[in-house]
């Protein structure tokens, strides 16, 4: 691209609209064009300039990960190792840590099987923009995980609680704090001036607001109140990212820095490579007409008003950096931007041919509730629209194209099925393979059974759930050591299935949809319930007399 400044200032800005945004190319570690735009509080009318500090969220995991290397790779790295481990038994539930196949790495690539503290906030009565301290509720969080949701080394499930007893780990065993220690290891070496660990996401420097809504619905200022560890605790303004990504550029090509040795592709217990690991993310973006794929390494973050991005693209030397005080699709912006810069070409002539089946003649319809009996997760499928349709698995919607007959992808997904048989989905990123059985919906939807009434509890999490309603109308509503909850609605999808809706919670993006499926003891009495997202799996209830 002959005027990169040019594209950030007129291209990218006017594609996304937003209260404001930070953006910057890196190429060859030099700055190749940075640009800021818009507004950092609308109400102020303060304008949002490359200095103005954001909270940078998860991508903050990366960097505690380059202090944790840095404490393992020195001359006391298998003493600190052991101490790590010593102190997780004291952190983590002690059932947890009596499996020798959870290692640090395998917390750190999102391999642990422990379920994710955020979304059980849910579960423990936490209500949207309520108070989450630091180091009273997450010492309490991370006691109540309960055991695994699958088999650590197995399979990928993005999971904070990992980072969070690292975090702890950490400090105590150093006699330090994280903050320090990532000025000095990370901040400092970087040249990132301003960047720090502020857990408090109340306090986030002036002017900075972050916003909720958009162009239709109009940008509401959303206050958030919780403290994150080193899961998502630093704080940076765009000069601290390109001070970070020429860093990264330096050490990417370093085969003895600590960047290059924990950037190295990870595997799963079975030796499949993983897509996560060390806090660095991994993808391709599909080149055009024969070009090769563009693989990508980086993270993004996401707190309710915020939306960020960081992506290095090794091969091209090229790193792409989107700050938004709004909750902008930053891969989406991240995809175009890479496809323009390397392959010269907009998004709109770089999308892959649907490679369809010439004897398909489109009879299988696939709209219809399905269940996966292994993680007990609803599957929810609508075609909407020709040749397309949206799959609700574990929370939120994904659009996948119809390929064949009976088959659908996605960048995540494929599915194959046919007429009334199972879905056999793949998701290759989280390493997973499972059927999916049909849910049979009644001839009489509506005749809801009365005596899902009442109230359950989980000794697994040590959470109280209260379901009420009569009819075809059911609510949740959970009680825990963070509160009383507010009241959730529910959809019947079958069987003994329902989806509980959560689109709003302590963290973003929330859980979205729950599954909840009720259990019976062999006859008609309702005995329990099997909760879960994709993110904190079959949690077990049972009801209360």
């Known amino acids: 691209m002959d005027n990169p400044q040019a594209f950030l200032e007129h291209d990218l800005a006017s594609r996304w609209q937003a209260p404001g945004c930070a953006a910057a190319i890196v190429k060859d570690g030099q700055l190749l064009a940075k640009h800021a735009w818009g507004y950092a509080n609308l109400e102020t009318r303060a304008p949002l ?5 954001f909270p940078i969220c998860s991508i903050s995991k990366q960097m505690v990960c380059l202090v944790l290397w840095d404490l393992l790779d020195g001359p006391n790295g298998t003493d600190i190792e052991a101490k790590i481990f010593d102190t997780l038994r004291e952190i983590l539930p002690a059932e ?7 290692t640090i790495s395998r917390l750190v690539g999102m391999q642990s099987g422990l379920r994710d503290y955020w979304a059980l906030s849910v579960l423990w009565g936490a209500a949207p923009q309520s108070r989450f301290s630091l180091y009273q509720d997450a010492p309490q969080a991370m006691k109540r995980l309960g055991g695994y949701h699958f088999s650590p080394g197995s399979e990928l499930s993005y999971c904070n609680s990992n980072y969070v007893a690292i975090s702890l780990a950490i400090e105590k065993v150093t006699g330090r704090t994280l903050r320090d220690l990532l000025q000095e290891k990370v901040f400092m070496p970087a040249g990132m001036k301003t960047a720090a660990l502020r857990p408090d996401t109340s306090r986030i420097p002036a002017p900075m607001v972050g916003y909720e809504g958009g162009e239709t619905a109009g940008y509401i200022r959303y206050a958030n ?19 970070y990504e020429k860093y990264v550029h330096r050490s990417a090509a370093d085969a003895n820095s600590i960047y290059y040795k924990m950037s190295r592709e990870p595997t799963y217990i079975d030796g499949n490579v993983a897509h996560y690991g060390s ?6 973006l599909a080149g055009k007409d024969g070009n090769p794929d563009m693989e990508w390494v980086g ?10 991005r960081r992506t290095f693209f090794p091969k091209h030397n090229l790193s792409i950096v989107t700050l938004f005080n709004s909750e902008i699709d930053t891969m989406a912006v991240t ?27 489109g009879w299988i319809s696939w709209t219809g509730n399905y269940f996966d009996l292994d993680a007990r997760l609803a599957v929810v499928v609508r075609q909407d629209k020709p040749h397309h349709i949206q799959v609700n698995y574990g929370g939120h919607d994904e659009g996948l194209d119809l390929t064949g007959r009976g088959t659908a992808t996605s960048k995540y997904m494929t599915i194959d099925t046919a007429p009334d048989g199972p879905l056999a989905i793949h998701r290759p990123k989280e390493n997973r393979e499972f059927a999916a059985q049909l849910i049979h919906t009644p001839t009489n939807p509506y005749h809801i059974r009365a005596d899902y009434v009442g109230e359950y509890y989980s000794a697994d999490i040590d959470s109280t759930m209260h379901i009420t309603g009569s009819g075809s109308v059911l609510y949740a509503a959970f009680d825990g050591y963070l509160g009383k909850g507010p009241v959730h609605t529910m959809r019947y999808l079958g069987a003994h299935v329902w989806l509980m809706s959560c689109f709003r919670s302590l963290d973003a993006p929330s859980p979205g949809f729950w599954t909840v499926e009720f259990a019976g003891d062999g006859g008609e ?13 079959k949690v077990e209830y049972k009801k209360k007399a």
């Open 96 to 102: 947890t840590m009596s499996n020798h196949d959870l």
């Open 49 to 53: 300039t490359t200095e103005t500090i």
């Open 279 to 284: 806090g660095l993310m991994r993808g391709k």
């Open 335 to 361: 995809e175009y931007a890479a496809k323009r810069l390397i392959l010269g070409a907009s998004i709109e002539q770089t999308l892959p041919q649907r490679k369809k089946d010439p004897d398909w003649d």
């Open 299 to 308: 993270h993004s973050g996401g707190l309710a008003g915020f939306r960020l």
């Open 525 to 537: 009495a309702v005995t329990g319930a099997t909760v879960g997202c994709s993110i904190a799996r």
């Open 225 to 243: 109140r919780i403290e994150w560890a080193g899961d998502a605790g630093v704080m940076a303004s765009l000069e601290d990212m390109i001070a």
